[in-house]
């Protein structure tokens, strides 16, 4: 007999077997919980509080994950839990972030909506003149020198005679376009919203506008539910490729928390989510795949190919996306390789083709992507970094959140580091910020080599006799771990791994075309996580190059700016069709000398070096 598992704060229910794990009830749900390990616990992410139910005694591996006031609060690892009666968990999801948070547009643009309501009034049929009902309406709305729609939606069509009637003719209808994809009576008329979605390999940030005015209504995030199917796109893909229904699995996945996301949104506004007559999603080729449920085995293997490149304009509903009924979601074309519409969003967003010398652009993630204008002529190249300096990797890494170390410096020779959280609150862990800063630090004190290698004789460092040192970053006392907040050398390997593939993919896009890191005229960082980098330390550890600082510029979400500019406007979308098209892109693993590059690249640089 099945038993039911809810969890909150989204108010998801699944039955599941005795037996299965709260993880697995969780991936049934539809919920990420940040298994990067795939359930094997052994990465300590998928958390979560049980609130009402059996709580079990805690495993070994819940005990090495979590301290003994998190235990006896309720929280354990959703994949150590065995589900044998009804329980409720509390697995966090969707986060408002402020309106700050939506970067700025880096230029001005012409506000051209591909959809929009207008009121109308139809003239009923006469019987002397025995016009359709579709064709009164058309005629209606071409009186005030608007467009005027030539098909109409299927499913809009059902409705549209008993809807005109019950409204007494007069009515708000809904064009993309030359086609009527949604019509309500006047007295219900609501403003017409669109929902922008940068789909990013580890998080979802989405953008909610007014289409009448271009309006920020709000920003929201979440983390990217795929997480729990391995925390790399290859991963995804490879689990994708096994079959149909895997496939099916993971494209239902993905909707479901976009259509979170915009339940969320929307409701935080008082609105219904049948307002959002329009979406569009950017993201790399590997989540585009994911999303519109196409086969992804080829883009794992040479000449790694995606199986449609062109932009898709389709029916929501066909994908599972509960919007406007009539609704479409927009995807931008793609670039070539792994480099998706998201960093063609970033180029649209930024135009550095439209300045002449040498600029960079660079989004960093678990897919990081180059985009590099010589003179107005743009080359690309993608590089797996992974999500190690997300955190994602470290035991005690974590997203930004309240208690999240995310900023560190050093004191005095030989002292602990200094630290803050995030709201001040006692630690619970460490974000991407927090990591290059301690990175940093350790660096510039000695504790680290430039190989890489922890000493083991200093007294802020605990000795493993297999090697896998720990760096205490915060003792116990002022956490909210009950024990000591450390960073291992194995840690530090992955960062070092990380950070290479980023610096490899920089030098060797620029040694392509006869560039060094000091021709660079500009070095601009996209991405939330980039935004919140410090600059100093990310050169220090040689992840961004040591140029004049007045060169390297953040500018936040770019590719969820790009996003937004083809949402508000069709003129962006042409813009970025072209950009598309002009872009050259670069496979690294086939340029001379990468592999030695990415070698070199791990070290950290000597002071004024990188």
């Known amino acids: 007999m099945s038993v039911a598992v809810l969890f909150e704060p989204v108010g998801t229910a699944v039955e599941v077997e005795p037996g299965r794990t709260l993880l697995e009830a969780a991936r049934d749900a539809e919920i990420s919980l940040g298994a990067t390990c795939g359930g094997r616990g052994t990465c300590g992410k998928c958390q979560v509080r049980v609130l009402e139910g059996p709580l079990p005694p805690a495993t070994a591996k819940e005990r090495g994950a979590l301290s003994e006031g998190a235990l006896s ?155 729990a199917y391995g925390a790399d796109i290859i991963s995804r893909l490879a689990y994708s490729s096994l079959s149909m229904d895997n496939r099916m699995e993971l494209q239902h996945v993905l909707t479901k928390a976009v259509n ?158 200094e630290c803050t959280t995030i709201d001040r609150r006692p630690a619970t862990g460490i974000c991407g910020s927090g990591i290059i800063d301690l990175l940093a630090c350790l660096v510039r004190s000695g504790l680290v080599s430039r190989t890489g290698r922890l000493v083991s004789d200093s007294p802020l460092v605990l000795p493993d006799p297999a090697g896998n040192h720990h760096f205490v970053v915060a003792q116990a006392a002022s956490t909210a771990l009950g024990e000591d907040l450390t960073i291992s050398q194995d840690e530090i390997r992955s960062l070092q791994l990380a950070k290479g593939a980023i610096r490899a993919g920089i030098d060797t896009l620029l040694a392509v075309h006869g560039l060094g ?3 660079l005229d500009e070095f601009l960082v996209a991405g939330t996580f980039g935004n919140h980098l410090h600059v100093e330390s990310a050169v220090a550890i040689g992840l961004y190059p040591d140029i004049p600082r007045d060169r390297i510029r953040q500018i936040g979400n770019a590719a969820g700016t790009g996003a937004v500019l083809q949402l508000l406007s069709e003129d962006e979308r042409r813009v970025a069709s072209e950009l598309s098209r002009s872009i050259t892109h670069l496979e690294l693993s086939l340029q001379p000398g990468f592999r030695k590059c990415f070698a070199r690249s791990q070290w950290f640089p000597e002071e004024g070096t990188s």
């Open 73 to 227: 609060e309720g929280w354990r690892l959703a994949c150590q839990y065995e589900v044998t009666a009804a329980v409720k968990a509390e697995a966090f999801l969707v986060r408002s972030r402020a309106k700050g948070e939506a970067p700025p547009f880096e230029r001005g643009f012409a506000f051209a909506p591909p959809v929009q309501r207008r009121l109308v009034e139809v003239p009923p049929p006469r019987l002397d003149q025995p016009t359709s009902d579709f064709g009164n309406l058309s005629s209606a709305l071409s009186l005030d020198g608007g467009s005027q729609p030539r098909t109409v939606d299927f499913q809009v069509a059902r409705e549209l005679s008993e809807m005109l009637r019950a409204a007494e003719w007069k009515v708000v209808a809904t064009l993309r376009g030359d086609e009527l994809i949604g019509v309500r009576p006047s007295l219900n008329a609501r403003i017409s919203l669109g929902l922008a979605v940068d789909l990013g390999t580890t998080n979802i940030a989405a953008y909610l506008y007014r289409m009448d005015d271009a309006s920020l209504l709000g920003v929201f995030s979440a983390p990217n539910p795929l997480s």
């Open 517 to 519: 890191v000091k021709d």
């Open 260 to 417: 979170i996301l915009a339940g969320h949104a929307t409701r935080e506004q008082g609105c219904d989510v049948e307002d959002i007559d329009e979406m569009v999603v950017v993201g790399n080729s590997g989540m585009h795949h994911l999303f519109l449920g196409l086969p992804g085995h080829q883009l794992t293997r040479a000449p790694f190919v995606a199986a449609l490149d062109m932009a898709v304009s389709v029916k929501a509903r066909e994908l599972g996306i509960g919007i406007a009924r009539g609704g479409y979601v927009y995807m931008p074309p793609l670039v070539g390789g792994f480099v998706g519409s998201d960093l063609l969003a970033v180029a649209l967003a930024t135009r550095i083709d439209q300045r002449r010398g040498a600029r960079l652009a660079l989004d960093i993630g678990t897919n990081t992507e180059l985009l590099l204008s010589v003179d107005g002529v743009l080359y690309c190249c993608s590089t797996a970094s992974g999500p190690a300096l997300e955190g994602s990797a470290l035991r005690f890494g974590t997203v930004a959140s309240p208690g999240s170390i995310d900023a560190v410096w050093s004191g005095a020779p030989k002292a602990a580091f």
